[in-house]
T-cell receptor, first 113, second 114 residues
Framework: KQEVTQIPAALSVPEGENLVLNCSFT??????LQWFRQDPGKGLTSLLL?????REQTSGRLNASLDKSSGRSTLYIAASQPGDSATYLC????????????FGKGITLSVRP | DGGITQSPKYLFRKEGQNVTLSCEQN?????MYWYRQDPGQGLRLIYY???????QKGDIAEGYSVSREKKESFPLTVTSAQKNPTAFYLC?????????????FGPGTRLTVL
């Protein structure tokens, strides 16, 4: 059974810092990995999707990497801003496709002005 | 604007009542999903549908039911058999099921049992 872990559960950093959020998964047989952002009481917004054949994806100040063999992904946020404060969840698609996702519990990020 | 709408935003249920959560999308997506989120937890899949008139159980389907009579609509009924229904419910859709594709989420419905 696939398990997705995100540690730590919460992180607080000063504005302007570059930071890395970690995600690990137990079964390397995945189709893709996605990073989502969730603001309090809101739905999820997709940030980046990395296909299993890719190593990384970039969007603006965000860069996500994928190492299938070690079961790890990182989300790098450059020059963090208070507006980046949110919960970040990673999710992996399961073998057997159908786009079903297994989610981690998320990392709640607070960027202090 | 294209997107996913969920209603109501807040819902209160008495013990023993069935309630139905609405999910509508105008993205022309084939696949739709229902998730449940509890505080400090990741999302857990309740039901998913790959195409109209077809749906499959997810990891925690007991006490829930769904229908998919129209491509754009995927309502979720929380029945009285669901013993702990208080949670945040999220609906999602993706372009085509069975391939790697981004899932788009609605704003959620917060259900509270009184």
């Amino acid at each position: 059974k696939q398990e997705v872990t995100q540690i730590p559960a919460a992180l607080s950093v000063p504005e302007g810092e570059n930071l890395v959020l970690n995600c690990s998964f137990t079964d390397s047989a995945i189709y893709n990995l996605q990073w989502f952002r969730q603001d309090p009481g809101k739905g999820l917004t997709s940030l980046l999707l990395i296909q299993s054949s890719q190593r990384e994806q970039t969007s603006g100040r965000l860069n996500a990497s994928l190492d299938k063999s070690s079961g790890r992904s990182t989300l790098y946020i450059a020059a963090s801003q208070p507006g980046d404060s949110a919960t970040y969840l990673c999710a992996v698609s399961r073998p057997g496709a159908n786009s079903k996702l297994t989610f981690g519990k998320g990392i709640t990020l607070s960027v202090r002005p | 604007d294209g997107g996913i709408t969920q209603s109501p935003k807040y819902l209160f249920r008495k013990e023993g009542q069935n309630v139905t959560l609405s999910c509508e999308q105008n993205l022309n997506h084939d696949a739709m999903y229902w998730y449940r989120q509890d505080p400090g937890q990741g999302l857990r899949l309740i039901y998913y549908s790959q195409i109209v008139n077809d749906f499959q159980k997810g990891d925690i389907a007991e006490g829930y039911s769904v229908s998919r009579e129209k491509k754009e609509s995927f309502p979720l009924t929380v029945t009285s058999a669901q013993k702990n229904p208080t949670a945040f419910y999220l609906c999602a859709s993706s372009r085509v099921a069975g391939v790697s594709d981004t899932q788009y989420f609605g704003p959620g419905t917060r259900l509270t049992v009184l």
